[in-house]
Nanobody, 121 residues
Framework: QVQVVESGGGLVQPGGSLRLSCAAS????????MGWYRQAPGKERELVAT???????IHANSVKGRFTISRDNAKNTVYLQMNSLKPDDTAVYYC???????????????WGQGTQVTVSS
């Protein structure tokens, strides 16, 4: 069983910063790509950023220059540093982890429960 747990959400004023963390735990062979997605009320879930096990990153155009994804492979943890936050960034942020349970087997993806980020004055 693999668990994915996010933390770090909250209420912040426009222009402020937050750092989200997501830790994957359990029994698995490898932890592959990890990423952050978000879903605002009435909207579909969208990609925010992803990072490979080797550190290659992709950031959505809407967050480039403001958000930075990083990971600590020793801790099986991915981070999302969010700066210059805007009201449009308000959403539930979900962590996604792609895991190979047994060497040579399929890759599975797991989702965290989500953490609320609210940007408001």
């Amino acid at each position: 069983q693999v668990q994915v747990v996010e933390s770090g959400g909250g209420l912040v004023q426009p222009g402020g910063s937050l750092r989200l963390s997501c830790a994957a735990s359990g029994s698995f062979f490898s932890l592959n790509d990890m990423g952050w997605y978000r879903q605002a009320p009435g909207k579909e879930r969208e990609l925010v950023a992803t990072i490979s096990s080797g550190g290659s990153t992709i950031h959505a155009n809407s967050v480039k220059g403001r958000f930075t994804i990083s990971r600590d492979n020793a801790k099986n943890t991915v981070y999302l540093q969010m700066n210059s936050l805007k009201p449009d960034d308000t959403a539930v942020y979900y962590c996604n982890a792609r895991v190979t349970i047994v060497a040579g087997s399929y890759e599975y993806q797991y989702w965290g429960q989500g953490t609320q980020v609210t940007v408001s004055s």
